[in-house]
C-alpha cells in the first residue's frame, strides 16, 4: 500500500466516530460567498453535501446569493442600498431577488448535486409555505422576519431520498414574497429541526481574538464566551450579526454550530468529520 492510500485509510478509519454521531441526524449547511462562485470550490461542496447524505446525514443546504443578485441589479440599472446589513428590497429588486435566488442559484445549486448522483430537489420559502415571514420593517421594503418554518416539507423529501436546496426568501399571510438574510433562514431552519448542527460557510477562518492574526483562531466558545467576547469588542462589525445567528441557533436547540472558511476545499467534512475541524464551534 502506499502512502496516499494508507491516509485515505487513515481518514476513513477516523471518520467512523463521527459519521455515527452524525447518521439520521439533521445537518443545517449554510452556503455562500466565494465558495460559490469558484467552480473547484463549489464541486468540493456539492461533493462534501452528497457524501454526507450517503452515510444516512438529514443534510439540508441553504444558499445566499449577495453578489449575483447586486450583479443582476446592476445590469438593470437598479441602484443597490444596505441598512445594517440587510439589503433595502423594493418591488423591483424584489423581482430579481426571487428572479436569481429562486430561478438562477437554487436550479443551478441542485442541477449541480443531481450531476454528482444525487437527488436534489430546489425550492424557496414560498413554496408549501416552507418559511413564513411578516414584514421586518417598512423602511426596508419586501425584508422578511421569520414566523414559521414548516418542517414537514423538509421531512417528507428527506424521507424520500432527497436534499432539499433551499434558497432565503419567505412568504407572508398575503402571499407576498419577502427577501430574508441567508443565515437567519439556516439559523430558523436548523432551530426549528432541532438539529444536530449547523456549518455557516464564510470568507473567513471562524472567529479570531485578533482580526489581524489567522493564527489567533477561537476553535470553540459557549454562549457566555460570546457574550463576553462582544463586550470586550473581540467580536466587532460585521462579525456581530453572523455570531449572534449562531447563538442564537444554539439557544433554541441546535446542538453544534460552526463558522468555517468555505474556500478551503471539502472544509464541511475536515470540520464534522476529523479530530481537529478547521473553524470555530459553537456550544450551549
Not at 450517503?54 to 439540508?60: A, E, Q, R
Request: hydrophobic residues 40%; aromatic residues 4%.
Amino acid at each position: 500500500m502506499n502512502t496516499s492510500n494508507a491516509v485515505r485509510a487513515e481518514i476513513l478509519t477516523q471518520a467512523v466516530p463521527y459519521i455515527k454521531e452524525y447518521t439520521g441526524k439533521y445537518v443545517v449547511a449554510k452556503y455562500g460567498g466565494n465558495a460559490m462562485t469558484d467552480p473547484q470550490l463549489k464541486k468540493s461542496v456539492m461533493q462534501d453535501i452528497l457524501l454526507l447524505q450517503l452515510v444516512g446525514v438529514k443534510v439540508i443546504l441553504v444558499h445566499g446569493g449577495g453578489p449575483e443578485i447586486s450583479a443582476m441589479l446592476k445590469k438593470l440599472s437598479i441602484e443597490s442600498h444596505f441598512e445594517n446589513g440587510l439589503r433595502v428590497t423594493d418591488d423591483d429588486t424584489m423581482e430579481v431577488v426571487q428572479m436569481v435566488l429562486a430561478g438562477k442559484v437554487n436550479k443551478s445549486l441542485a442541477a449541480d448535486l443531481s450531476a454528482l448522483g444525487g437527488k436534489a430537489v430546489g425550492l424557496c420559502g414560498i413554496d408549501g409555505g416552507l418559511i413564513k415571514v411578516h414584514q421586518k420593517n417598512e423602511k426596508l421594503g419586501h425584508v422578511g422576519e421569520i414566523d414559521e418554518i414548516n418542517t414537514k416539507i423538509l421531512d417528507d423529501l428527506l424521507d424520500g431520498g432527497f436534499i432539499p436546496v433551499i434558497s432565503s426568501i419567505g412568504i407572508d399571510d398575503d402571499g407576498t414574497p419577502y427577501n430574508i438574510n441567508a443565515d437567519t433562514a439556516a439559523a430558523k431552519i436548523a432551530a426549528a429541526l432541532h438539529a444536530e448542527s449547523m456549518v455557516v460557510m464564510s470568507n473567513i477562518n471562524g472567529v479570531l481574538r485578533d482580526k489581524d492574526d489567522e493564527n489567533s483562531l477561537i476553535s470553540q466558545m459557549s454562549l457566555a464566551d460570546a457574550e463576553e467576547l462582544k463586550k470586550s469588542g473581540i467580536i466587532a462589525g460585521g462579525m456581530i450579526p453572523k455570531v449572534d445567528c449562531c447563538t442564537n441557533a444554539v439557544k433554541e436547540g441546535v446542538k453544534k454550530v460552526f463558522i468555517i472558511n468555505g474556500e478551503i476545499p471539502h472544509a464541511i467534512l475536515i470540520e464534522l468529520l476529523t479530530d481537529e475541524g478547521l473553524g470555530t464551534m459553537f456550544t450551549k
